[in-house]
């Protein structure tokens, strides 16, 4: 566990994708460090859960980000409330089905793009529009070791999560210019519910903590220092970069 003391009193935050795992752990990071936390996922329960658990000092909307027009409306209640989004951090993504890739449906394709690729770019899309607005900001994303190497058995995650990588590169050098850092963080196998969909059944999570290099699995608070990091004005001239947080698998 990081001992990196943060200061983000002041900032307002959005984690989309934030209800449960790496997003709840950031959110989580960020209140702690002073910030005015707006969570946003679908499960409404869970954002009740949420609210009450940081008591008030993270907000919750229900959003999927599938839907763009609800995407622009979230970003709209965020202003409305708090006047700016200062960070904002698009970590919705799901796993979708473990297996070949000539095993892959239609459906489920369509559902990792959907959710793990325009997601993201819905995110971005209103989050920059208002950072241009308000004169700057900063976007953390979320990709994957499968951002950056091959990962079998989860081919179309894989895609997206590359795709991920272009996107906050090329987004990254549109606003160089506009005080708008865009960077994304790219974890190795984390203990959270997603990973143990992913692989449950095929794979042991000692498996894959051997793989590893440091060779253990990694908790969502180490990701989520990595994101306050990339977040934080320490950060201040990192832009259009993909961070390994993997113990060593990426260069393994
Ligand atoms: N756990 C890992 O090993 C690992 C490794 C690399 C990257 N990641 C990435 O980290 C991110 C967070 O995953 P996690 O491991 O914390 O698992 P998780 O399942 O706990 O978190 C995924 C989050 O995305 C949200 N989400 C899913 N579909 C959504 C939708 N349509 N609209 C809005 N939100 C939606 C969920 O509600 C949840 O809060 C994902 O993008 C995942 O791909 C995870």
Redesign the pocket.
Known sequence: MSNLKFDFADKTVLV?????????ATADLFASSGAQVMV????ED?GREIVAKFSGSVAFHA????DESAVKLLIQAMTECWGRIDIAIN?????GPFGPVEALSDEDCQRIID??LK?IWHGMKYQILQMLSQGGGVIVN?????SLRAISNVAM?SAS?HAIAGLTKASAVEHGRNNIRINAI??????????E??VGGHIQLDEIANMVPMGR?AE?SE?ASAIAWLASDSASFVTGHILAVDGGLTVA
């Open positions: 989309i994708g934030g209800t449960s795992g790496i997003g709840l946003a996922g679908p499960d869970q959003v999927d980000v599938r970590n919705a993504g799901i796993e959710i793990n997601g979320t990709g994957s070791s499968a995650y999560k790219a974890p190795g196998p984390v203990r959270t519910g997603l990973l969909r992913m699995i969502s990701i």
